[in-house]
């Protein structure tokens, strides 16, 4: 009994006591004395450290700061420790401004059982080690988006667990190594934006790639190779290169495949879809931008899961078959820039789905068929450059999806019977421009709340601008240029307008330009060439901040350029033409003097993509819309020509006061104008020297100041201007030495005319023309005194011989010809005497 309660006793103190045991346990595993991290993989790491120096101004986030040896290694950011042996196994430090190179003796490469490295966005430069093979257990390597170049090392051949390798966006060369055909787990791999040209055919052994992106490369040969042994493929992209050769249909016998991209290279001959499987996954095809040619087959319709179809920019002829019917589930079909011909097939209709229709740039014509109100989804369409005639369809008007329409150069003529509108307050994108659109601007038209693009121009409307628009629609840009619109123009810039754009040249507009337009706080373009407008200069827009371009020319204004009390100056003013108009009055010598965005250099701007990686494109050159779908574009007389820019290039400045009646001197502060390229100011009546500061426009293309009274010489710092190819100072009363430079040189003789007091024309205009000087060159006025010994010392020498031979000869003459000469005299004395009575 008492042996029984002793074993009880001992039971529950043994019990008891293990459960303390097992309570302290959780403690002594986290106690701060065990370090997981193995030293000699801190150490490492805090040598990769010094060799990634830290180059960060506070804007990007610097991922090694917190490395130190106070701390478990493994708990480092952008480290991770196997959790039992305390080796590293996966490093990132993405968007590490590193400005470094990767040598072959890092210690980077002391981590040998690293699985997972990221150093994307890390600014690495020079060549990729062939160290990195000693890395063998990597299963995932990006090093994309750096400065990487040279040959890729043999060794990557070493990395025979690699399923992830992404090198995008770096300047490797050379081609793909064979040694790549060791990597046959290879699940994903990234090698676009590099300047690689060959090895692709290796791919084709890879038969776990999933994902092959090439594009943005050099690659050039054909492709082969049968790629149906790749049944894990699902995404294959080699845009921007320059394969060629037939379309390759062995792509098509991949079950698993979703996505082809082979646009922008010089594939070519037919396209064959006679081998695609029955079990087709595919959802996007482009071959746009080939050379492919001959007719669309109608197997197409075996690509019965195709959401995306792109043929466009290529060779194919005839007429879209019946069968594209059968692809029920596209959402994005684009043929621009083809041969197709003949109606737009009514098999298009059915495509219900249909999101995207681009027909634009061939040789479609007639009426657009009604059925075409059956795409009810449609919210892109775009029929522009082909044949079609008749009413535009109703379909604009009335969908309530459809935002974006351009049916510009065509032979639409009629607006068509408006029945039913669509939703008012969609943001909508319409061209029809260059149409024959006839009558007036439809009242229709202020139902729609906001137009982001309305272009009507060169056409044939007429009637007046409606005057509902200002109260009911908004515009970014509105273009209705070469009509034959008359009236005044209505105010369009009420408190809040978004208009950045309005061109309304060339029509028979009236009265004077809208003080309202000063709440278009946004406008940068404004073009009013070529109407009857007459008012006085609007002195006004000077105070919109974002005024780039200002055309008023040939209106009927009137009066000064310039009120002290009134002229803010431009300062943001890229382009202004107020040519052809009645302005006159003199300007201040400091009339240009805020005009400041005419002497800054223009830097393209940059677009971010990728706020997070920083990965940005360059932004548009050229003026118009913020997503670069619309152009400004411009009639500027340009060196002389009347030339139409289809496109503004952003760091073109311009000024043409020509064709008016402006007097005094031609204000010195011009001269601070650096970035101009054009100036024209022909026509007036400026008087005085040219100004010596036109000489710091080193940017300068065409200078035209004829037609003026200006006087004095041409400034020699002309002569220096290297980009200036086109000079005219014709009818002023310029004088002396004409600039002897290579631009001079080369201009006409015309340029120059009408000046008859300038010399040292005869490389331009040749002997016969060149003008006598009345009077020397102020720099050769040094030479005179001089130049004067020497003729009297010429004179002085010749004096005597010439003496001794006049007597010589004069004695002759007298001493037996003398007879000779009376008769020869007397008959021709008798002659004129005769012929003239």
């Known amino acids: 009994m008492v042996r029984n309660q002793s074993r009880c006793f001992l039971g529950i103190i043994i019990t008891i006591s293990f459960f303390f045991f097992l309570l302290s346990l959780p403690n002594t595993f986290a106690s701060p004395t065990r370090s997981l991290c193995r030293s000699d993989q801190r150490d490492a790491l805090l040598e990769l450290k010094k060799e990634f120096p830290i180059h960060s101004n506070g804007s990007h986030h610097v991922t090694t700061l917190s490395w130190n040896k106070t701390v478990d290694c493994c708990s480092w950011e952008g480290v991770t420790c196997d959790a039992t042996l305390g080796e590293v196994i996966s490093l990132n430090l993405v968007s590490y401004i590193a400005n470094t190179s990767l040598k072959s003796n890092s210690s980077l490469f002391k981590l040998r059982h690293l699985r997972h490295l990221e150093l994307s966005n890390c600014n690495l430069q020079g060549e990729i080690p062939s160290s990195i093979g000693n890395l063998s257990h990597l299963t995932y390597l990006d090093l994309s988006y750096n400065k990487l170049v040279g040959e890729f090392p043999a060794s990557i051949g070493n990395l025979n667990n690699l399923e992830y390798m992404d090198l995008c966006e770096n300047d490797l060369i050379g081609n793909i190594p064979t040694s790549f055909s060791n990597l046959t787990k290879l699940f994903e791999l990234y090698l676009n934006g590099n300047q690689f040209m060959g090895g692709d055919i290796v791919l084709a052994n890879l038969t776990s790639l999933s994902i092959i992106n090439l594009s943005f490369n050099y690659f050039k040969s054909t492709i082969s190779a049968d790629l149906s042994q ?117 098999s298009i209709f059915k495509l219900v789905n249909l999101e995207r229709l681009d027909l634009s740039h061939n040789n479609f014509g007639g009426r657009v068929p009604s059925s075409i109100i059956k795409l009810v989804n449609l919210s892109s369409l775009d029929l522009s450059y082909n044949k079609f005639e008749g009413h535009v369809p109703q379909c604009i008007w009335r969908s309530s999806k459809l935002d974006s329409v351009d049916l510009s150069y065509n032979s639409f003529n009629s607006f068509g019977r408006i029945l039913e509108l669509g939703d008012e307050s969609l943001e909508r994108d319409w061209d029809l421009s260059s149409n024959s659109l006839q009558g007036p601007i439809p009242q229709w038209i202020c139902n729609f709340r906001y137009f982001s693009f309305l272009d009507f121009s060169n056409n044939h409307l007429n009637g007046s601008i409606p005057q509902c628009l200002k109260n009911s629609t908004d515009f970014y840009m509105l273009n209705l240029r070469n009509n034959s619109l008359s009236g005044l123009m209505p105010d369009l810039c009420m408190d809040g307008s978004q208009l950045r754009s309005l061109d309304v040249s060339l029509n028979n507009l009236v009265g004077k330009l809208p003080k309202s337009f000063i709440n278009c706080e946004w406008m940068e373009y404004l073009n009013l060439r070529g109407n009857k407008i007459k008012d006085t200069f609007p002195f006004w827009l000077g105070s919109l901040q974002y005024l780039t371009v200002l055309v008023l020319r040939s209106n009927t204004f009137y009066g000064p350029v310039y009120k002290a009390s009134a002229y803010l100056g431009f300062p943001s003013m890229r382009i202004m033409d107020i040519s052809n108009n009645n302005f006159a009055g003199s300007l201040p010598q400091d009339y240009f003097a805020n005009w400041t965005e005419m002497s800054s250099v223009w830097q393209r701007p940059m677009r971010t993509l990728d706020y997070k990686r920083n990965i940005a494109i360059p932004g548009s050159s050229y003026m118009g819309d ?49 970035e101009l390229r054009l100036l024209n100011l022909s026509g007036n009546a400026f008087t005085g020297n040219i100004p010596p500061s036109l000489a710091n426009i080193t940017k300068l293309e065409t200078l035209d100041l004829s037609r003026n009274s200006l006087s004095g010489e041409i400034p020699r710092g002309l002569g220096k201007l290297s980009f200036l190819s086109n000079i005219n100072f014709s009818h002023n009363h310029l004088e002396g030495l004409v600039p002897q430079s290579t631009q001079f040189g080369s201009q006409n003789c015309s340029s120059f005319m009408g000046n008859p007091r300038l010399y040292g024309l005869e490389r331009i205009c040749g002997e016969i023309h060149v003008p006598i000087p009345t009077s020397p ?25 010439g003496v001794f031979c006049g007597l010589v000869i004069g004695h002759i003459f007298t001493s037996y010809k003398h007879k000779w000469l009376m008769a020869k005299f007397c008959r021709n004395k008798r002659k004129t005497t005769i012929g003239t009575s």
């Open 626 to 674: 913020s997503e670069n779908n619309h152009q400004d574009s411009i009639d500027l007389v340009y060196k002389g020509v009347d030339t139409d820019f289809v496109r503004i290039f952003q760091a073109f400045k311009a000024i043409d006061f020509s064709g008016n009646q402006l007097s005094g001197y031609i204000p010195g502060a011009i001269g601070l104008l650096s």
């Open 230 to 346: 790749l049944h894990n493929l699902e995404r294959f992209s080699v845009y921007n290169n320059s394969f060629f050769g037939p379309f390759p249909s062995s792509l098509l016998t991949i079950p698993s495949l979703v996505d082809i991209v082979l646009s922008e290279n010089q594939f070519e001959g037919p396209i064959d879809f006679g081998n695609t499987t029955s079990s087709s996954k595919l959802t996007n095809l482009d071959v746009s931008y080939n050379n492919l040619d001959g007719l669309i087959p109608k197997s197409i319709s075996t690509l019965v899961s195709l959401e995306h179809l792109d043929l466009s920019h290529n060779n194919f002829r005839g007429q879209v078959p019946s069968s594209i019917s059968k692809l029920v589930n596209l959402d994005g079909l684009y043929l621009s820039h083809n041969n197709f011909g003949g109606q737009v097939p009514s």
């Open 777 to 801: 060159h102020p720099e050769e006025s040094l030479l005179e005194p001089e130049e004067t010994v020497l003729n009297w010392i010429a004179a002085a020498i010749a004096f005597g011989p």
